[in-house]
């Protein structure tokens, strides 16, 4: 019954932005890590950004998004947020929410749950 629905990809020019949503249903996931990961044309599937729970002050961005990408929770809402600016070719990708009790698990990129995940394309 856990659903992570990801919204708000698409085809975007670079510098631009867009904001990605993830709404999850199914179970509370207040005390979970919860954050995004993507995955490239012919790359690893790389972590984007997660906090460990829905009022966690330090969020954790990989390097290459720092800067330009701010990750929120809605704890109320069961939710998490990506803002993307600034965005560059190298950000296509797949976008996948994902949630794990442990960080960890989503560092690694193997969230207990994610989503179907959506298409982040960035023309040049």
């Known amino acids: 019954q856990v659903q992570l629905v990801e919204s708000g990809g698409g085809l975007v020019q670079a510098g631009g932005s867009l904001r990605l949503s993830c709404a999850a249903s199914?179970?509370?996931?207040?005390?979970?890590?919860m954050g995004w990961s993507r995955q490239g044309p012919g790359k690893e599937r790389e972590f984007v950004a997660a906090?460990?729970?829905?009022?966690?002050?330090?969020?954790y961005y990989a390097d290459s998004v720092k800067g330009r990408f701010t990750f929120s929770r809605d704890g109320a809402k069961n939710a998490a947020y990506l803002q993307m600016n600034s965005l560059r070719p190298e950000d296509t990708a797949v976008y996948y929410c994902?949630?794990?009790?442990?960080?960890?698990?989503?560092?690694?990129?193997?969230?207990?749950?994610w989503g179907q995940g959506t298409q982040v394309t960035v023309s040049s």
């Open positions: 994902a949630v794990a009790e442990k960080l960890q698990r989503l560092y690694v990129g193997a969230p207990d749950y």
């Open positions: 199914g179970r509370r996931f207040g005390n979970y890590a």
């Open positions: 906090t460990t729970w829905s009022g966690a002050n330090t969020v």
